[in-house]
């Protein structure tokens, strides 16, 4: 039987986590928990928290802390969650978040953390070049030249510009990762539980780095 696994991902926006998450989710028979996955699905709902967050995403913001935790809270407590683990991707994000989330987990802690480290310079061009279906979340880079509308190979939804992936909106997402998400790293670090990944290559080359470092991870824990 293949064990399950309890992850977090770092990394910058457009560092490649989604796509990263994704494998890993079907590598360790996981469920990938994205909170700007579980945002986006509120505001298609419609929901009061949709509505909320929807107005500090598409500027770029932070939704808060409390509320963050909340959903990643009850999220957690799911069975299936509880019985084979998760990757998490987007949460933590500010260190009150993370320190609730030890709390969350002192029973089944996370095996490691995995920072995906991709300069600021790159994930600017990679930024605004992706576009994502509005469906299923697949990624697509765009080189501006492609016939309208664009439609998603795996699911035949519409494939957009994320309104969040506007200049104003990328700039200041990656000012709050610098101020409030950066600090993860050391906060991690200091615990033992980080490993950081060089994510300027391949997307299956980033796939076997963390694939080793999951692996070593465990080897020193069972050790
Ligand atoms: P990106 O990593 O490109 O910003 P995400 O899909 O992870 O994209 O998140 C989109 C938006 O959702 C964030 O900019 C933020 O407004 C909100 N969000 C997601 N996760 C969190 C979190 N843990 N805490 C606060 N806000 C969050
Ligand atoms: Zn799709």
Not at 168 to 194: C, K, N, V, W
Request: net charge negative; with cysteine.
């Amino acid at each position: 039987m293949i064990p399950g696994a309890r992850l977090i991902l770092l990394g910058r926006q457009g560092a490649g986590k989604g796509t990263q998450c994704v494998r890993l989710s079907r590598q360790f028979v996981v469920p990938h928990i994205s909170t700007g996955d579980m945002l986006r699905a509120a505001q298609r709902e419609g929901s009061e928290l949709g509505k909320m967050a929807k107005l500090v995403m598409d500027d770029g913001g932070l939704v808060g802390d409390e509320i963050m935790v909340g959903l990643i809270r009850e999220r957690l407590g799911q069975s299936d969650a509880m019985g084979r683990g998760y990757i998490l991707d987007g949460f933590p994000r500010t260190v009150p978040q993370a320190i609730a989330l030890d709390e969350i987990t002192t029973d089944l802690p996370i095996d490691v953390v995995i920072d995906v480290d991709v300069p600021r310079e790159i994930v600017l061009n990679r930024l605004s070049a992706r576009r994502v279906c509005r469906d299923c979340g697949t990624n697509y880079v765009s080189s501006g030249i492609e016939r309208l509308p664009w439609i998603c190979e795996v699911c035949g939804g519409d494939v957009v510009r994320r309104d969040d992936d506007t200049p104003e909106a990328i700039m200041h997402r990656l000012d709050l990762y610098d101020e409030l998400t950066a600090p993860l790293i050391d906060f991690y670090q200091s615990t033992g539980r980080l490993c950081i990944i060089d994510g300027v290559a391949s997307a299956d080359e980033v796939s076997r780095r963390i694939t080793a470092a999951v692996e070593e991870a465990r080897q020193n824990r069972n050790r």
